[in-house]
């Protein structure tokens, strides 16, 4: 993943087979798709990989027990099965969690028993574990911080977690080994038609030269999520709005508030809502709301309501009751929904299944979905730009194809932070051991090292601080104190590796204090943390 390569390419190839707008979970799963059947593809997206919705999710790889609830059986059925196959496709990154869902009603055992029965059920062969009841005793010895007062019994069942954006990373690099291109930083400023009005390519700008590309395709895929009515405008300014963004946000906690490799799931919130606390690279990670918004952003902002919800909510349930001041980073990510018809503000009811949809210019867009069922959804959307364009009938490879970095579950240490990079973990060792430097910490409450953030730069396309502290070390949004203090160095060590200047340095370093500063609910001054 070499970014100046990548855009070589732009120049060198005069018509691609596919341009896929969007470096997201969609727009990933769908270049990958295309790519490995044989297609010539091209994937650009404006800011970094995963910037948006696609590193902000609640990191479960789940059939989704609230669907079942909602009698969505065959969305649930759906993301069930890519739940087993991504499990197997990328073990590095996927593991099995157990939930627990403590029952504070003598019926509430009984009814999550059979509900999750069925789930285990729908999963089939790709099942991760039976279904049990717990007693209230077992139920507090799994979870010693769980609020027992009135507390009757507990259900497990199993589900998957994952980290998304390390996810999005590895998808980029078998996009690029399996001879695809995909470039960050780089803005589709308008879309290219030929005298019938047939899209035939893009023009982009490249966000750091501002040089402009005229780049021609046979398809062009819209894989933007929220952002999608930009591009759709792009190509009729009368679509109307056809997806709305809708909120969720996550309070990350010390592990002293779960204390368990167990996660706790609470299917029926004040409000209706589904509340996850989740143990997540040695953190509690607990969310998630769901509130209907206006307008996207790169960068949208928990709102004060959504914070004493998800509070107000984990005091209810947790024994130790979390404050604001326990709070170690806060982050909030738009879901991209379909727009309601009757235009009400509840997403409750909406559903996360995906819709592909044709222009009459041949733009073809990939509408809602989630990360779960990110390759089927990149599977239909490139079945359907064959069929439209009549590009032959060559079949998806992608349900058995490994990701970057997989190796076989019984290889992975989760003990080992390193975990994440699967296969690459002995070329990091390698950079550990080739410089006594690059061994130290960045941060010194952390375990992420300076050969991280080398390995990050040369290897992974990370360009800004942003891109490592938030998306490759995920720093930022574990602990976001520690984030706004290791900015220095990483500043320091990414113009080593590229060769710039001071004042780049400088500048990196106060634009990425004042991101960072967003992730906190308690005013914080960065400390100078000295690396020899």
């Known amino acids: 993943m070499k970014r100046n390569e990548e855009l070589n390419k732009l120049t060198q190839v005069k018509e691609w087979d596919f341009i896929v707008i969007g470096g997201g979970a969609s727009g990933l799963g769908s270049a990958l798709d295309a790519v490995s059947r044989g297609f010539k593809t091209l994937l650009l997206e404006s800011h970094d990989f995963a910037k948006a919705t696609s590193s902000r999710s609640t990191k479960l790889v789940h059939g989704g027990v609230r669907y079942l609830a909602q009698g969505d059986v065959g969305l649930v059925k759906e993301a069930l099965k890519e739940r087993g196959l991504l499990a197997k496709n990328a073990a590095h990154i996927v593991k099995n969690q157990s939930f627990i869902i403590p029952n504070y009603t003598w019926w509430g055992g009984i009814y999550y028993k059979i509900g999750l029965s069925v789930y285990d059920f729908l999963a089939g062969k790709l099942s991760l574990g039976k279904t049990k009841y717990i007693s209230k005793a077992k139920t507090v010895e799994k979870l010693p911080t769980i609020e027992q007062n009135?507390?009757?019994?507990?259900?497990?069942?199993?589900?998957?977690?994952?980290?998304?954006?390390?996810?999005?990373?590895?998808?980029?690099?078998?996009?690029?080994?399996?001879?695809?291109?995909?470039?960050?930083?780089?803005?589709v400023t308008n879309l290219l038609k030929d005298a019938s009005d047939k899209v035939i390519g893009v023009v982009a700008e490249d966000q750091f030269s501002k040089q402009q590309y005229q780049i021609h395709g046979k398809v062009v895929i819209n894989a933007t999520g929220v952002f999608t009515n930009d591009i759709l405008n792009m190509n009729n300014p009368k679509h109307g709005k056809l997806v709305v963004p809708s909120q969720g946000i996550h309070l990350v906690l010390d592990k002293s508030f779960l204390k368990s490799d167990d996660a706790i799931m609470i299917p029926k919130t004040s409000d209706g809502r589904v509340l996850f606390v989740v143990p997540w690279h040695d953190r509690a990670l607990v969310g998630t709301t769901d509130t209907l918004l206006k307008d996207e952003s790169f960068e949208p902002r928990a709102l004060e309501e959504e914070i004493s919800f998800v509070l107000n909510t984990a005091r209810q349930y947790l024994a130790k009751k979390p404050t604001r001041e326990d709070v170690k980073s806060v982050f909030a990510g738009l879901r991209p929904l379909a727009a309601p018809k009757d235009g009400s503000k509840s997403t409750k009811e909406v559903s996360r299944s995906h819709k592909v949809i044709t222009s009459e210019t041949g733009l073809v867009s990939i509408i809602g979905g989630k990360w779960t069922t990110y390759r089927k959804m990149a599977?239909?959307?490139?079945?359907?730009?064959?069929?439209?364009h009549r590009l032959g009938n060559t079949p998806s490879k992608t349900e058995h194809l490994s990701i970057h970095g997989n190796v076989k579950p019984e290889q992975v240490d989760r003990t080992n932070h390193l975990y994440v990079y699967g296969s690459d973990?002995?070329?990091?060792?390698?950079?550990?051991?080739?410089?006594p430097r690059y061994a130290q910490k960045i941060h010194p409450d952390h375990p992420f090292t300076v050969a991280e953030v080398v390995w990050a730069v040369r290897a992974e396309m990370a360009e800004t601080i942003e891109d490592i502290l938030a998306r490759r070390v995920r720093l930022l949004f574990l602990d976001a104190r520690a984030a706004i203090d290791s900015a220095h160095n990483v500043a320091r060590i990414i113009a080593e590796e590229k060769g710039y200047s001071e004042e780049w340095s400088q500048q990196q370093e106060n634009e990425f204090i004042e991101l960072a500063k967003g992730y906190l609910l308690t005013p914080y001054s960065p400390k100078v943390i000295n690396l020899n």
């Not at 079945?383 to 439209?388: G, N, Q, R, T, Y």
């Not at 973990?425 to 410089?435: C, D, F, H, M």
């Open 150 to 187: 009135h507390l009757m019994s507990g259900v497990v069942y199993q589900d998957g977690q994952f980290d998304d954006a390390r996810l999005a990373i590895n998808l980029t690099q078998t996009i690029i080994e399996k001879g695809g291109s995909a470039v960050n930083y780089v803005k």
């Open 425 to 435: 973990i002995p070329a990091i060792r390698k950079l550990q051991e080739s410089n």
């Open 379 to 388: 599977e239909d959307t490139v079945d359907e730009a064959i069929k439209v």
